[in-house]
């Protein structure tokens, strides 16, 4: 039974581009959500995805989206990158019960994200 | 999400058990306590859930008393694997869903 899968595992940019993170969610799971991890900081929510629709975002600006596919993996875009967007991205997988609330939420290992 | 207080770092040694102590004051009635342990450069792992009294896995136990309003994360006999992040998170399994509200964490060192 795999587990969640995230692609690339690292990837480096510079100022101005874009980037795009792949997320494979654990099977069964029909749910998928996006943290940022800084350096030393704990993981802080970005969005989460439910029936290819964002269900609940965090305090990010516009720059960040995302997007889910019938097959349940998800794919977070970050435009016009900045120093400070240096992270680890993290996707976290869970059971959508019922559409009202979700189950324990299993992470991947993680996409090293370094803007130079 | 209610708030957690947990100690920045704590120190072990090989063998022993180690408990780890977080604060939720304002927890919710339907909120449940999760841990998660996180090693460097690697997504968080699930440890163990609970929403009172005890609960025990293979991996650790998890103590929550009458009143809800802290839990101790229990590892028994801890060993160099176990050097690591903690995190202790408090959330509701029945109010749409669900974000994890992820604070600094316990960093766990264990020595020799």
């Known amino acids: 039974d795999a587990g969640v899968t995230q692609s690339p595992t690292h990837l480096i940019k510079t100022r101005g581009q874009q980037v795009t993170l792949r997320c494979s969610p654990k099977?069964?799971?029909?749910?998928v959500s996006w943290y940022q991890q800084a350096l030393g900081q704990g993981p802080q929510f970005i969005f989460q995805?439910?029936?290819?629709?964002?269900?609940q975002r965090g305090n990010f600006p516009d720059r960040f989206s995302g997007h889910q596919f019938p097959n349940y993996s998800s794919e977070l875009n970050v435009n016009a990158l900045l120093l400070g967007d240096s992270a680890l991205y993290l996707c976290?997988?869970?059971?959508?019960?019922?559409?009202?609330?979700?189950?324990?939420?299993?992470f991947g290992p993680g996409t090293r994200l370094t803007v130079l | 999400l209610a708030k957690t207080t947990q100690p920045i770092s704590m120190d072990s040694y090989e063998g022993q058990e180690v408990n780890i102590t977080c604060s939720h004051n304002?927890?919710?009635?339907?909120?449940?306590i999760t841990w998660y342990q996180q090693f460097p450069s690697q997504g968080p792992r699930f440890i163990i859930q609970?929403?009172?009294t005890k609960v025990t896995n293979e991996v650790a136990s998890l103590f929550i008393p009458a009143d809800r309003k802290s839990s101790t994360l229990s590892l028994p006999r801890v060993s160099l694997s176990d050097t690591a992040v903690y995190y202790c998170?408090?959330?509701?399994?029945?109010?749409?869903?669900?974000?994890?509200?992820f604070g600094t964490g316990t960093r766990l060192l264990v020595s020799p």
């Open positions: 304002n927890i919710a009635t339907n909120d449940y």
């Open positions: 976290a997988s869970s059971r959508g019960l019922a559409g009202l609330s979700t189950d324990t939420q299993y």
């Open positions: 609970g929403y009172k």
């Open positions: 998170l408090v959330g509701g399994m029945n109010t749409g869903f669900q974000k994890l509200v």
């Open positions: 995805y439910y029936e290819e629709e964002e269900r």
């Open positions: 099977s069964g799971h029909d749910t």
